[in-house]
């Protein structure tokens, strides 16, 4: 019930296209939901992030769907461009006493110059 | 630059051996957590911190062991190596605890760990 499944597994896209990477979950406590890209070699980078009142947030060409009766939501990059080439996590947490970010497996994107 | 400092950035050692990883959070930030990443099992949350005091457990193996000191910065020891212990380590900070927006995560850019 932890757990938060991602998918693909890897994506290929031409330059201007839209990538969708896709999530879902078990826990209906969980409460936040945010993305992070890792590039090699780097850590991970919070990218956008999302609370299940709200269905959907842009910010800038990042936009994160939030489906809350089907506990599914998924990143969408508008006009992807080769530098958006990266791993691409989704993750969520629940309200308490800690703020443990359980994470999908990774989406490994490739845009296409 | 997420303002999170870890060292060392490379660690190569032995079987057997113990080591010790060290975080510095983002000024400010209270909160340390610990991640570990390996290519079978992803990112997976090891253990938190907040202002000294232990907050939450993941599945850190008895092997592990981690604080956080009075400056906040924090580290993180590993010791009986195993082979399979081979991995990027991550620490993140967050200015609070809880979930939510106070609990956006900033990453450090890892420790890469390989045992031989």
């Known amino acids: 019930q932890q757990q938060v499944k991602q998918s693909p597994q890897s994506l290929i896209v031409q330059k201007g296209g839209i990538p969708i990477i896709n999530c879902a979950y078990e826990?209906?406590?969980?409460?936040?939901f945010p993305w992070y890209q890792q590039f090699p070699g780097k850590g991970p980078a919070l990218l956008i992030a999302?609370?299940?009142?709200?269905s959907e947030k842009k910010e800038g060409r990042f936009t994160i769907s939030f489906n809350k009766s089907a506990k599914q939501f998924s990143l969408h990059i508008m006009d992807s461009q080769p530098g958006d080439s990266a791993t691409y996590f989704c993750?969520?947490?629940?309200?308490?006493?800690?703020?443990?970010?359980?994470f999908g497996q990774g989406t490994t994107l490739q845009v296409k110059p | 630059d997420s303002g999170v400092t870890q060292t060392p950035k490379h660690l190569i050692t032995a079987t057997g051996q113990r080591v010790t990883l060290r975080c510095s959070p983002r000024?400010?930030?209270?909160?340390v957590y610990w991640y570990q990443q390996s290519l079978d099992q992803g990112l997976q949350f090891l253990i938190q911190y907040y202002n000294g005091e232990e907050r939450a457990k993941g599945n850190i193996l008895e092997r592990f062991s981690a604080q956080q000191f009075p400056d906040l910065h924090s580290e993180l020891n590993l010791s009986s190596l195993e082979l399979g212990d081979s991995a990027l380590y991550f620490c993140?900070?967050?200015?609070?605890?809880?979930?939510?927006?106070?609990?956006?995560?900033?990453f450090g850019p890892g420790t890469r760990l390989t045992v031989l």
């Open positions: 993140a900070s967050s200015v609070a605890t809880g979930g939510g927006r106070y609990n956006e995560q900033f």
């Open positions: 826990n209906t406590a969980f409460d936040y």
């Open positions: 999302i609370r299940p009142d709200v």
């Open positions: 000024s400010g930030d209270l909160s």
């Open positions: 993750a969520a947490s629940s309200p308490g006493n800690t703020g443990k970010l359980i």
